[in-house]
């Protein structure tokens, strides 16, 4: 059974930092890109950054571009999102996600549950 | 990178077949067949229902299904549930190598 759980959301000042975590499990990793989305409080669907399943390439929306890094683990399977410069806009649940090829399609068949990331003072 | 539109909200009764949209333009949606649908209920994270436009993942109802017009893409549901009371996104693949979404359709199940 595949498996994506997010970690490390929490209440973070304006100007802070915070990394995100995703253990997985039930497929084989290395084998698959990943993505983070996010879904701000009763809003649609933002894609946030993708990278490749050997991490060799990232992608990031415009909005989070120069202040997010996407990284991952393949040795023990887990993705990570490092985010700094937080501000309000920031604020949503953060969905770690599987690409549904092994290539960046960007189309994802695996969803976690999510992790809450608030921004506020 | 705008998103792409999608009505706000759709409805419809039990039985009918119903189509929801999405609109982007020859830079994404109309560029690649690389588009994606995916149901939301409330409270739940999403679920790939179309991808490749017209693709239907494993388990996925053939009640459901996907086209592609230039710039516009549609999600077909025909013989139209309760249980199909959601919120639908679409996604499309962007020349920036980016993913975009649409804003979401609510679609009420009357």
């Not at chain 1, 498996?3 to 084989?28: I, K, N």
């Not at chain 1, 993708?50 to 929306?61: L, M, R, V």
């Not at chain 2, 710039?71 to 993913?99: F, K, P, R, V």
Request: overall charge neutral; proline content about 3%.
């Amino acid at each position: 059974e595949v498996q994506l759980l997010e970690s490390g959301g929490d209440l973070v000042q304006p100007g802070g930092s915070l990394r995100l975590s995703c253990a997985v499990s039930g497929f084989t990793f290395s084998d698959y890109a990943m993505s983070w989305v996010r879904q701000a409080p009763g809003k649609g669907l933002e894609w946030v950054s993708g990278i490749s399943k050997n991490g060799a390439k990232t992608d990031y929306a415009d909005s989070v571009k120069g202040r997010f890094t996407i990284s991952r683990d393949n040795s023990n399977n887990r993705l990570s999102l490092q985010m700094n410069s937080l501000s309000a806009e920031d604020t949503a649940l953060y969905y770690c996600v599987k690409d549904r090829a092994t290539a960046m399609v960007k189309s994802f068949d695996y969803w976690g549950q999510g992790t809450l990331v608030t921004v506020s003072s | 990178q705008s998103a792409l539109t999608q009505p706000a909200s759709v409805s419809g009764s039990p039985g009918q077949s119903i189509t929801l949209t999405c609109t982007g333009a020859r830079s994404d949606v109309g560029g690649y067949e690389f588009v994606s649908w995916y149901q939301q209920v409330p409270g739940t994270a999403p679920k790939l229902i179309i991808f490749d436009v017209t693709k239907r993942p494993s388990g996925v109802s053939d009640r459901f299904s996907g086209s592609k017009s230039d710039n516009t893409a549609s999600l077909t549901i025909s013989g139209l549930q309760a249980e199909d009371d959601a919120d639908y996104y679409c996604s499309s693949y962007s020349h920036s190598g980016t993913l975009l979404f649409g804003g979401g359709t609510k679609l009420t199940v009357l």
